[in-house]
């Protein structure tokens, strides 16, 4: 039972909203908790708390902006004697401005999340690649083997040849010739760019699978946290009303145009 993922959902959890889209509720990442979140804690969990803050921010708004709306609707004859709810032009600027001062502070929220989990994943990342570099990377006898290894490789037969032999290494967790081969420019150890990426990953998830994981899951929180912002942006231009400018302010920008 992971008891640092429970509490953290438990305080950021939020009242559903049937108004409101499931795409906001900052339980439409829970799949990502178990990954980011653990006895260790970290940038992982950093990640999970900022996203899951900012998609409560935006949900509990937009509800709020919704009920507001709905309750300013009023009945609105047409010109052509239809009836339909709306609201109503003189409540409009009062509920405009409510909005948008609402829609700045879930800006400021986003951004604030958006920048810690772009410093998380850039953490994660950095311990990838520690652990996929040789402890004594500076020592000119590690750094002759590792020419040599690269030389090796070139000099095998074929490209079939060179990744079994990667595959092997890694799997064995052979740090020296992975780090020797990643260390340096794919085409040194005559791989191309597919297979270069193709071993990264592979070595990425074998030295490093924790911090791998994470960095992943740290992507895909992102990504929801991106489209749920585009969601809550949508959805409140829907609800914005529009302001139809008086006589008198007609008149005014006339003149001061002319």
């Known amino acids: 039972m992971n008891d640092r993922l429970n509490k953290l959902n438990e305080s950021s959890a939020v009242v559903l909203d049937a108004k409101v889209s499931p795409a906001l509720h900052p339980d439409a990442i829970f799949p990502q908790g178990s990954i980011l979140v653990d006895d260790n804690g970290g940038p992982g969990e950093t990640a999970y708390a900022a996203c899951r803050s900012a998609l409560r921010t935006m949900y509990s708004a937009l509800s709020e902006i919704e009920a507001a709306h709905r309750a300013q609707l009023a009945a609105v004859s047409s010109p052509k004697g239809e009836v339909r709810m709306e609201v109503p032009a003189e409540r409009r600027a009062a509920l405009s401005d409510a909005m948008a001062r609402r829609f700045e502070s879930v800006a400021n929220a986003h951004a604030r999340s958006e920048a810690a989990i772009e410093e998380s994943i850039a ?123 008086s006589v008198a302010d007609q008149a005014l920008k006339k003149l001061k145009e002319a």
């Open 123 to 245: 953490q994660l990342q950095a311990r990838i690649a520690n652990s996929l570099a040789h402890p004594n990377r500076e020592r000119a006898s590690v750094v002759q083997v590792a020419s040599e290894i690269r030389a090796h490789m070139k000099s095998m037969g074929g490209a079939g040849q060179r990744m079994e032999f990667l595959q092997n290494a890694i799997a064995e967790g052979d740090i020296e010739v992975t780090a020797a081969v990643l260390g340096s420019s794919c085409w040194v150890s005559g791989l191309d760019k597919k297979q270069f990426a193709a071993v990264k990953d592979a070595a990425e998830r074998r030295f490093a699978p924790r911090e791998t994981a994470q960095r992943d899951a740290a992507e895909r929180v992102k990504t929801a946290l991106y489209s749920a912002s585009r969601t809550f942006t949508g959805r409140y231009m829907e609800l914005l009303p529009t302001i139809q400018p």
